[in-house]
């Protein structure tokens, strides 16, 4: 799947990424948990899939801006 987020408080817009899948097995440990604990890790592992995914594609596009501005710069001491 894909996840989308707003960005805009970090000057970046909207960001759109691929969503990794959230794979977990033995949730409730060996002994089980209650609902809410097997929530908040069912959570916890899904909002760090998202987190993941979200930093991934704003690390890509500052490389690349990175990129851009290193050859703009390059550029116009060459010229």
């Known amino acids: ?10 000057g970046r817009g909207s960001i759109e990424a691929a969503m990794p899948a959230v794979r977990l097995s033995d949730v409730g440990g060996r002994n089980g948990d209650t609902p809410d604990g097997i929530g908040k890790t069912v959570s916890r ?31 116009k001491l060459l010229n």
């Open 45 to 75: 592992a899904f909002l760090g899939a998202v987190m993941g995914a979200v930093g991934n594609e704003l690390r890509g596009r500052a490389l690349e801006e990175g990129k851009d501005e290193a050859k703009k710069a390059l550029e």
């Open 1 to 10: 799947g894909r996840v989308a987020a707003d960005a805009t408080a970090l």
